[in-house]
């Protein structure tokens, strides 16, 4: 009995490898492509793949394709089989596929991006997950110069509290995270308003010129240390090491109905293993009918209807950018692995 399971697992563990190994191609599917500005990873996939997310099982596995900084508009791309396998690669001028890395000189910010960085630079830059002892800890603007209510990049302002350093962001406090489920309180969204200098501080009152906003500045708001992260467009997509089941708990704007490239947060995090570039799939909530025999009021059975990469992770709660969405969407809906 034990070596029927051991077959069975040694068969299933087998099935599995070669599951993941070989990527279903789409009907239509190009055999070459060349790559235009405004591309990712993720569209230049789905023009050949089923799942997107499984591009890198068909990027052929050297320097140049490999690596999404050495993809760039105007680079040619052929899907080639190799030991049985298909597999894109870069095309010479000359029409020739070239399959061994080389040296090129190009700016460093012309490569194409895994995923559209413009939907989620506000969260990669600066709007943060804090705790409340830590919002409500930070220094607050008092007023702006001459008494304004309302500032903006150009103004100065004054704040109270202990300087957090000599560059800040100014922050609004925006949502408070619990778990559905369990009630947990799972983080505190802190919105990017502003950046701004300190200039001088008179005890605990701060003279600040702020040097950009994205809003307004209101009395009240939050200064924190500006963490100035770098955007990356280095998002591999994988599936979760482990099985877990989450939950969409909100969407950016607060809009009713979610779409391609919204991004959303969900109540899952580090501490579950989810890490930048795990994709999730999205399991539309199935609806709640009467049955016509007993009366009773049931609920369907849930249904894939998207899917997600996650791209920001805290310890209980994450961000992730919807990439695929057959329908539409909505808070409260399921994530689970791909």
Do not use: C
Not at 268 to 274: A, F, P, S, V
């Amino acid at each position: 009995m034990r070596k029927l399971l051991y077959a069975l697992a040694a068969s299933m563990l087998l099935l599995t490898s070669w599951a993941h190994a070989q990527p279903e191609l789409r009907s239509d599917h190009p055999e070459r492509y060349t790559v235009v500005k405004g591309d990712t990873l993720w569209d230049i996939s789905a023009r050949f793949l089923e799942d997107p997310w499984q591009w890198p099982e068909i990027w052929h596995v050297n320097p140049q394709v490999e690596n999404p900084h050495l993809i760039y508009p105007g680079d040619r791309l052929a899907l080639v089989y190799i030991d049985g396998k298909p597999r894109l690669t870069k095309v010479t001028s000359n029409g020739v596929v070239k399959l061994s890395p080389k040296v090129r000189s190009e700016p460093i910010d012309t490569p194409i991006p895994a995923i559209p960085l413009d939907a989620i630079s506000s969260f990669l830059s600066e709007t943060r997950i804090v705790s409340a002892e830590e919002i409500n800890g930070a220094p607050y603007v008092l007023e702006g110069e001459d008494g304004r209510i309302i500032t903006g990049a150009g103004d100065r302002i004054y704040a109270r509290g202990d300087k957090p350093a000599d560059k800040v962001g100014i922050f609004r406090r925006s949502q408070e995270f619990r778990d559905p489920e369990t009630g947990e309180f799972l983080g505190l969204e802190a919105r990017s308003i502003a950046r701004g200098d300190i200039n001088a501080e008179n005890g605990d009152v701060l003279t600040l010129s702020l040097t950009k906003s994205s809003e307004e500045v209101r009395i009240g708001d939050r200064l924190l240390v500006s963490e100035d992260r770098r955007l990356t467009t280095n998002f591999v997509p994988s599936s979760p090491d482990e099985e877990l089941e989450g939950e969409m708990i909100s969407v950016e704007g607060g809009v009713n109905q979610i779409g391609q490239f919204n991004v959303v947060a969900i109540n899952r995090g580090e501490r579950e293993g989810l890490k930048p570039g795990n994709v999730m799939a999205v399991l539309k909530s199935g609806n709640m009918v009467r049955d016509p025999v007993t009366n009773e009021t049931i609920e369907l059975p849930s249904e894939r209807a998207g899917l997600l990469m996650v791209f920001q992770t805290y310890e209980k709660m994450s961000y992730g950018l919807i990439l695929q969405a057959t329908r539409p969407l909505s808070v409260g809906d399921k994530v689970t692995n791909p």
